[in-house]
Every structure is written in structure tokens, then in C-alpha cells.
T-cell receptor, first 112, second 112 residues
Framework: DGGITQSPKYLFRKEGQNVTLSCEQN?????MYWYRQDPGQGLRLIYY???????QKGDIAEGYSVSREKKESFPLTVTSAQKNPTAFYLCATQDSAYSPLHFGNGTRLTVT | KQEVTQIPAALSVPEGENLVLNCSFTDSAIYNLQWFRQDPGKGLTSLLL?????REQTSGRLNASLDKSSGRSTLYIAASQPGDSATYLCAVEPVNDYKLSFGAGTTVTVRA
């Protein structure tokens, strides 16, 4: 069954702790993206990767880090430097430039 | 910087009524425009993708139009059903860039 798996669905952390969100895909897509969604706002791009071992900052990369060691995996680490980390995080993939985006079901992160 | 706006933020209609959802964007240098559906607490599902050279795209009860010169797209959903209740987002993909710009979405409620 092809798709994008994000885990966990819900994540709770204390302030000051780093946390890593998982995104795995078996669609064999080259491009992968991390977006953040806040109530009443459009999705904002955090990081994206077009090929293995390469990634670029999006519009709101500060306080986040990523790696792309395998084509299937694009984990996102939310560091303690991120000032307002509580949000809904979405991972997406794209087969090729200008083709439709495919999304996972998201991880809701709550930091208290 | 591309700005994408969706007005209204929410609307409620009785079952059977046709839905008209609007999306406007400020920079007409786009490669395509995509419409997505998002159910509560879930990821986004791609509905339609319109290339910049196209005027419209249809899938079942859904029809999306694009007027690139005026920076507008409209999503029509015919004969709405309660199952159409969701948030609908549009996104534009610029030429020569992977970074999509998203609107904040229109939340639709179809009353039985």
C-alpha cells in the first residue's frame, strides 16, 4: 500500500527539549517537504529536499533541522531554539517538478 | 512575494446547493495551481491541478477554472453533499521554484 507515514500522530514535549518527527514514504518520490500549519494560516514551508543528501531551507527554517540520508525518509527535528513550536506538522512528497503534492496525515506537536 | 487569499474563510450551505470557492493570487508568474481538500486533523488530499496554460480542469462533480492574468481561480462543486464538508485550500507553484504558496483555506459545511 503506497503512501506517506507520519509518526507519531500526537506528540507532547516540555519546553527546552528537542523532538524528532518521522516521515517515511514508499511512493519512490524524489522530492520531500515539511510544512507547518497554524489555525487560520496557510501552510508554511520549513525545509525541502529534492534528492538524497541535499536539502534547502524554506520560509521558516529557524529552530528546525532535517536530514535526508535515504530516499524514503525525511525526519524533522524541532529544536529548543524554535520559539513557538506548538503546531500541526505536515510532510509531503512530489514525484517530479510541477506534479501534485501528496501529504501524510500529520503530527500534532504540543509543547508546554 | 506571492500572496494567496481565499475568501470567505468559512461558509455553510444546504445539501444540494452548488458550491463556489474562490482563490486569488498576486503574482501571475505561476506554473500551476492546485486545489486540495483537508478533513479535520488530517493531511491534504489533492483534488485538481491546473497548468498555467489551461483554463479549467474537471473531475466528477468538481470543476476548477483559472484566470492567470487576473490572478484568480474558482473551484465549483456541483450538488453539494454532507460528505463535501471539509476545508478546501488552493496553492500556486511558481515557475522555476519548488516552493508552493498556500491560501489559508475555506471551511465548508454542507447541512443535511
Amino acid at each position: 500500500d503506497g503512501g506517506i507515514t507520519q509518526s507519531p500522530k500526537y506528540l507532547f514535549r516540555k519546553e527546552g527539549q528537542n523532538v524528532t518527527l518521522s516521515c517515511e514514504q514508499n511512493l519512490n518520490h524524489d522530492a520531500m517537504y515539511w510544512y507547518r500549519q497554524d489555525p487560520g494560516q496557510g501552510l508554511r514551508l520549513i525545509y525541502y529536499s529534492q534528492i538524497v543528501n541535499d536539502f534547502q531551507k524554506g520560509d521558516i527554517a529557524e529552530g528546525y533541522s532535517v536530514s535526508r540520508e535515504k530516499k524514503e525518509s525525511f525526519p524533522l527535528t524541532v529544536t529548543s531554539a524554535q520559539k513557538n513550536p506548538t503546531a500541526f506538522y505536515l510532510c509531503a512528497t512530489q514525484d517530479s517538478a510541477y506534479s501534485p503534492l501528496h501529504f501524510g496525515n500529520g503530527t500534532r506537536l504540543t509543547v508546554t | 512575494k506571492q500572496e494567496v487569499t481565499q475568501i470567505p474563510a468559512a461558509l455553510s450551505v444546504p445539501e444540494g446547493e452548488n458550491l463556489v470557492l474562490n482563490c486569488s493570487f498576486t503574482d501571475s508568474a505561476i506554473y500551476n495551481l492546485q486545489w486540495f481538500r483537508q478533513d479535520p486533523g488530517k493531511g491534504l488530499t489533492s483534488l485538481l491541478l491546473i497548468q498555467s496554460s489551461q483554463r479549467e480542469q474537471t473531475s466528477g462533480r468538481l470543476n476548477a477554472s483559472l484566470d492567470k492574468s487576473s490572478g484568480r481561480s474558482t473551484l465549483y462543486i456541483a450538488a453539494s453533499q454532507p460528505g463535501d464538508s471539509a476545508t478546501y485550500l488552493c496553492a500556486v507553484e511558481p515557475v522555476n521554484d519548488y516552493k508552493l504558496s498556500f491560501g489559508a483555506g475555506t471551511t465548508v459545511t454542507v447541512r443535511a
